[in-house]
Structures are given as structure tokens and as C-alpha cells.
């Protein structure tokens, strides 16, 4: 079963790019999915196949997926930006959803 | 728009069941292609799938609460409910109910409810 790693902790200034890791073997064979948190509020799904928006999430969010290895990636970091984020997958061979353990993104 | 709200005591004694509802609106819990699912987080920790259910009644339990999970659907109220038995001090968190959407894109959660705190404590 899927046991998906994800950094703790993340900073960056305005600005500058925000890069929040997934890893897992193999999991480029798979679809990523990933939620923001802001404190005190319900998950948001801002990544879902890899790669893909909801109409609400700005373009400055992209995903991408490969080999061990799936990124968020945030451009123009903003202060709002500030959040923790999970990373998701289904386990076929289980038949269950799989969350990261979620990273802290702080914003300088 | 689709909406869910989550309802329920906020208070459950150790042993006893936690109950919680799920009412959903801007959709159907009969369209095809989504599962009704709960969620919870701890203070201070990560998300924690439960399980979900379909429209026709099928379940899906994660094997950590699969003893003592129920999870049901109720179409005429456009409803899905939680219920938790013997509890402890551990199940305190937030629970979260969410529209889980499966097609070709993948199984993601689109959309989540507000979150209900409940507290196990005597």
C-alpha cells in the first residue's frame, strides 16, 4: 500500500516559487491530487490528475508527476498562499484514498 | 454549487457512539460518479480517511475504523451519515464530510463541508 512522504515544512519569500514534494516508489504511474488547508478551514482541492485547476484555483498552482516523485508547484508566492498542504492517491490494490501527511507552507 | 454541512452533537461520552450527518445541497447523492465520504483530523494532525458510501447503499470502511464504522446513505434527504461506535479520547478531532468524485481524471475529494468538532469526554 501506498505510504506517501511529503516534507514537513516549506518557507519561501513573496514572491519567489514554492516547490512541496510527494514521494512515494512509483508513484508516477499514478494520479496526484492535492488540497490546501488554511488554519481553521476545510481542505480545498487545488490539484486534481496531476496537473489540472478547479475554475476557482489561479494559475499560479501546477502539478507535476514522475518517477518517485509528485510536486506542487506555487509561482508568485503570496501571503494568503500560506497553508498546509496534502497530497492524495488512490490505492487500486486496496481500494482506499491515501493522504500525504501534509506539509507546512510558510511564507517569509 | 455544491454544499455540504456537517450536524451532530459536539460532546460524546467514552464508549458511546458518535453520530453525524451530512446534508448536501447543489447535487445529488444519487448522481453516478460520487461517493459520500467522511474524513477527520485531530487536533493538530493529518487528514484521516473514514470511509464512503454510494447511492445504492454499497460502503467502503478504512481497515482502522472498519470494526466499528457505519456509514449510510439516505436519498429522500438528500443525506449521508456517520456513525462511530466506543468511542475514546483518540477520536477527538474534526470530522469532515466530502463529495468524492470518481471518472477518468482520478478519486479526489471536490468537495468538502465546513468540518464538525467533536469532543470525546465524559
Known amino acids: 500500500s501506498y505510504v506517501l512522504t511529503q516534507p514537513p515544512s516549506v518557507s519561501v519569500a513573496p514572491g519567489k516559487t514554492a516547490s512541496i514534494t510527494c514521494e512515494e516508489n512509483?508513484?508516477?504511474?499514478?494520479?496526484v491530487h492535492w488540497y490546501r488547508q488554511k488554519p481553521g478551514q476545510a481542505p480545498v482541492l487545488v490539484i486534481y490528475y496531476h496537473s489540472d485547476r478547479p475554475s476557482e484555483i489561479p494559475e499560479r498552482f501546477s502539478g507535476s508527476n514522475s518517477g518517485n516523485t509528485a510536486t506542487l508547484t506555487i509561482s508568485r508566492v503570496e501571503a494568503g498562499d500560506e497553508a498546509d498542504y496534502y497530497c492524495?492517491?488512490?490505492?487500486?490494490?486496496?481500494?482506499?484514498?491515501?493522504f500525504g501527511g501534509g506539509t507546512k507552507l510558510t511564507v517569509l | 454549487q455544491v454544499q455540504l454541512q456537517e450536524s451532530g452533537p459536539g460532546l460524546v461520552k467514552p464508549s458511546e457512539t458518535l453520530s453525524l450527518t451530512c446534508t448536501v445541497s447543489?447535487?445529488?447523492?444519487?448522481?453516478?460518479?460520487?461517493?459520500w465520504s467522511w474524513i477527520r483530523q485531530p487536533p493538530g494532525k493529518g487528514l484521516e480517511w473514514i470511509g464512503f458510501?454510494?447511492?445504492?447503499?454499497?460502503?467502503n470502511y478504512s481497515p482502522s475504523f472498519k470494526s466499528r464504522v457505519t456509514i449510510s446513505v439516505h436519498t429522500s434527504k438528500n443525506q449521508f451519515s456517520l456513525h462511530l461506535s466506543s468511542v475514546t479520547a483518540a477520536d477527538t478531532a474534526v470530522y469532515y464530510c466530502?463529495?468524492?468524485?470518481?471518472?477518468?481524471?482520478?478519486?479526489?475529494?471536490?468537495?468538502w463541508g465546513q468540518g464538525a468538532l467533536v469532543t470525546v469526554s465524559a
Open positions: 458510501t454510494y447511492y445504492t447503499g454499497s460502503t
Open positions: 512509483n508513484i508516477g504511474d499514478t494520479n
Open positions: 492524495q492517491v488512490w490505492d487500486s490494490n486496496s481500494d482506499q484514498p491515501v
Open positions: 447543489g447535487a445529488s447523492v444519487r448522481s453516478g460518479g460520487y461517493y
Open positions: 466530502s463529495r468524492f468524485t470518481v471518472d477518468t481524471t482520478g478519486h479526489y475529494f471536490e468537495n
